[in-house]
């Protein structure tokens, strides 16, 4: 190497070793107001705390703050977890029809289906409100875990598709003449291989469902069963009474399962965002 191109990949690194630091600086400082008393938050500025406390999260847990975020992170890892199931079994099933099978109207499926994918969530939101309101299913958990059966992100779909037809179709000749039916082509050759785009629809519906507020605080209004990031709103009152410490000690505990989620199946998530398929 010489020593030019060293240089610039010494000043590279710098820069993007103060980017990282600025853009992690936030969870940081929130990290570190977690352990410091109410009156020391916003007091000072420095991030290593002058007097340790754990009150906040024992008061997270114990019901001093006035909930018990217990059984709210239940609720979510529940609900996050049956969204996971149902986004793997109704993409992976519509992505690998409109991949491979040949029917009449697939073609103007596929076009309905990019159509809704640039339709705003909000849009849609009143309308299925309106349906679990009627069927009586509006505070339940119901609504936030059913429509992923029913294959209601075109997103997810597309991932599908466009890993699949990543995959040889030699594949699929040689099971049906084994005398395999479009169902087993699926469940025993194109499920398996499909592994980094099901890793990757699972983590984003992981993530999106665990942080979703919106859709929770429409359907959710017993805070007996509010999940975590409605248990984090109740942190801040009309009165301009917030509980900081508190909030911030929850708000750590609720990105460690992301994080670790995220470091487990990271590589996973690259194969599955390049769907590259398979290589000859």
């Known amino acids: 190497m010489t020593r030019s191109s060293m240089s610039k990949s010494i000043i590279r690194h710098v820069v993007l070793i103060i980017v990282t630091l600025i853009m992690i600086y936030p969870i940081f400082w929130m990290l570190s107001s977690s352990f410091k008393p109410d009156t020391e938050i916003f007091s000072t500025s420095n991030l290593w705390p002058k007097t340790w406390t754990f009150k906040h999260y024992l008061a997270g847990f114990s019901g001093d703050a006035g909930m018990n975020f217990g059984p709210m992170f239940l609720y979510s890892f529940l609900v996050s977890a049956v969204v996971v199931v149902g986004t793997i079994f109704s993409s992976s099933l519509t992505g690998f029809a409109f991949a491979r099978l040949r029917f009449t109207p697939r073609r103007f499926f596929i076009g309905f289906m990019f159509a809704t994918m640039m339709l705003p969530a909000q849009v849609v939101m009143i309308p299925q409100y309106i349906i679990f309101h009627k069927i009586g299913l509006v505070n339940t958990f119901v609504p936030l875990m059913l429509p992923s059966f029913l294959g209601t992100v075109p997103f997810f779909i597309y991932l599908m598709v466009q890993f699949v037809r990543g995959i040889p179709k030699d594949l699929d000749e040689a099971a049906l003449i084994d005398g395999c039916s479009p169902f087993r082509l699926f469940r025993s050759v194109i499920f398996p291989l499909a592994q980094p785009a099901i890793i990757t629809?699972?983590?984003?519906?992981?993530?999106?469902?665990?942080?979703?507020?919106?859709?929770?605080?429409?359907?959710?209004?017993?805070?007996?069963?509010?999940?975590?990031?409605?248990?984090?709103?109740?942190?801040?009152?009309?009165?301009?009474?917030?509980?900081?410490?508190?909030?911030?000690?929850?708000?750590?505990?609720?990105?460690?399962?992301?994080?670790?989620?995220?470091?487990?199946?990271?590589?996973?998530?690259?194969?599955?965002?390049?769907?590259?398929?398979?290589?000859?």
């Open 201 to 280: 629809m699972s983590i984003f519906s992981f993530y999106w469902t665990w942080n979703d507020f919106f859709g929770q605080l429409i359907y959710l209004s017993n805070p007996k069963i509010y999940t975590v990031s409605l248990g984090l709103s109740m942190f801040m009152t009309n009165m301009g009474n917030t509980q900081w410490g508190d909030m911030f000690a929850m708000s750590i505990v609720s990105v460690i399962p992301v994080f670790i989620i995220f470091l487990i199946f990271q590589r996973y998530l690259v194969e599955g965002i390049a769907t590259q398929g398979l290589k000859g």
